[in-house]
């Protein structure tokens, strides 16, 4: 066996399976590797030989036949030094990780090709997501590309281009008078009637696999000397875990020694449960009242395991940090004075750096690295049309759009 499931609060392990993706404990099963096995051709002089995606990193990633991937270019996104801004923050060195570069726009590219990679493995057909937006028209394009049916359900006040990419993308797409758990809700009900296959965040192994290139990647761009400092967007949290697992199968794998950066989550108020946690040094809650309707990647109140959002940033020595819509507003505007076009999420993190720099958290020596990872013209006002809005997938209609 060369990748197995490992449960991350008792530590059982079992075969992989595609959709085990909780422990009988209740907890989440992450994929461990035969890094033994995967350092016999992993190596870094082997890696000076691969193609600038993601799939350099084939040895940690669930595939077992190369040819069942399913890829449109996606990951090697540029790493741009910010000069400018290093004269205006005590900060050594800042760096924006470009992930708006990937296909459809957003770091979700990562994860649906290794989720719809899995799946072409198993010869799946059929897959839903539910999700804020980048997710689901991420997976509307892979499954395009790959010739499956895609079902994506979304919020009603999902970004109107995203919904349009989905339509365009060929998705059958729905959108829920709720949140984001709503949707997924819908999803979980018709699963087995519909036969879908649920690749919603940590329903499958593939896309926190996938978001963990951005971590491989950026030790790599960094020539295996890692930054002190990372800041991410997180809502589900599969971006955070991801990268978090890839740093320490690099160290197992010896290709990075120390300590890893700190990660900083950045979340917006409107919904902050993993702040709320970590803020108040408690186990995570979900959000249950006053979500706000800033409809973005970062407006998760329920994520699957916000308890291992929160266990990361705290081994990390790191942070969480909400901004307000104000603050994420005016930091695109600094984004994009800069040549950098970010969506809400992306410049949130520019707004937590620059409030970080002045409490003193952040320090002239330090080294950061932001994560922009989507792009502002997903956000902007788009009439798609008519589009069904249902509340059980029993209301799905046969005409509904995207078909
Ligand atoms: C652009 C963007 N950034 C960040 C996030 C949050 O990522 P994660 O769910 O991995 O925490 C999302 C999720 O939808 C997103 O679309």
Redesign the pocket.
């Known amino acids: 066996m060369k990748f197995w499931h490992v449960c991350i609060a008792c530590g059982k392990t079992t075969d992989f399976h595609l959709k085990q993706n909780e422990c009988t404990c209740g907890r989440t099963l992450e994929l461990e590797y035969d890094l033994e096995f995967a350092g016999q051709t992993f190596t870094k002089d082997a890696l000076k030989n691969r193609a600038a995606d993601m799939w350099r990193y084939k040895e940690l990633l669930p595939i077992e036949n190369p040819q069942n991937v399913v890829s449109l270019g996606e990951g090697w996104t540029p790493l741009v030094r910010m000069y400018q801004e290093e004269q205006n923050y005590p900060v050594k060195k800042l760096w924006v990780k470009r ?1 708006e570069q990937n296909p459809t726009g ?3 590219a990562r ?1 649906f090709s290794a989720a719809l990679s899995i799946a072409n493995e198993y010869g799946i057909k059929k897959v839903a997501v539910n ?5 689901a028209s991420a997976l509307a394009a892979y499954a395009g590309y790959a010739g499956m049916d895609s079902y994506v359900f979304l919020p009603q006040d999902c970004p109107g281009l995203i919904v349009e990419e989905c339509l365009q993308y060929g998705a059958q797409t729905y959108l829920v008078d709720g949140l984001i758990h709503n949707a997924g809700k819908i999803i979980e009900d018709g699963e087995s009637e519909q036969n879908w296959y649920n690749v919603g ?1 940590l329903k499958e192994p593939g896309r926190s696999e996938g ?1 963990k290139t951005m971590g491989l990647e950026l030790a790599e761009q960094f020539n295996w000397k890692l930054p002190e400092v990372i800041i ?11 990268i978090w697992n890839a740093l320490n199968q690099l160290k197992q794998l010896g290709f990075i020694e120390g300590e890893l950066p700190r990660i900083v989550s950045v979340q917006e108020e409107g919904c902050q449960p993993v702040v709320d946690a970590f803020e108040n040094g408690t186990m995570f809650k979900a959000q249950t009242e006053n979500v706000s309707s800033n409809p ?3 407006r ?1 109140p329920n ?1 699957p395991d916000g308890e291992r ?1 929160v266990s990361i940033i705290r081994e990390s020595g790191g942070s969480a940090i909400a901004v307000s819509k104000e603050e994420i507003k005016n930091a695109q505007t600094s984004f994009g004075k800069q040549g950098i076009s970010s ?4 410049a949130a993190t520019w707004a937590a750096f620059t409030r970080l720099t002045e409490s003193g958290w952040i320090q002239s020596d330090d080294e950061v690295v932001l ?1 922009n ?2 792009h502002a013209i997903k956000y902007l006002p788009w009439d798609y049309g008519e589009v069904p809005i249902i509340e059980n997938y029993k209301d799905m209609v046969s005409n509904s759009a995207g078909i």
Do not use: H, R
């Open positions: 992930e957003s770091f979700k994860g999700s804020n937006g980048n997710a965040t978001k991410y967007p997180t809502g589900g949290g599969s971006g955070v875990i991801g973005t990647g970062m998760v994520p959002i969506s809400p999420e992306g994560f990872t989507s």
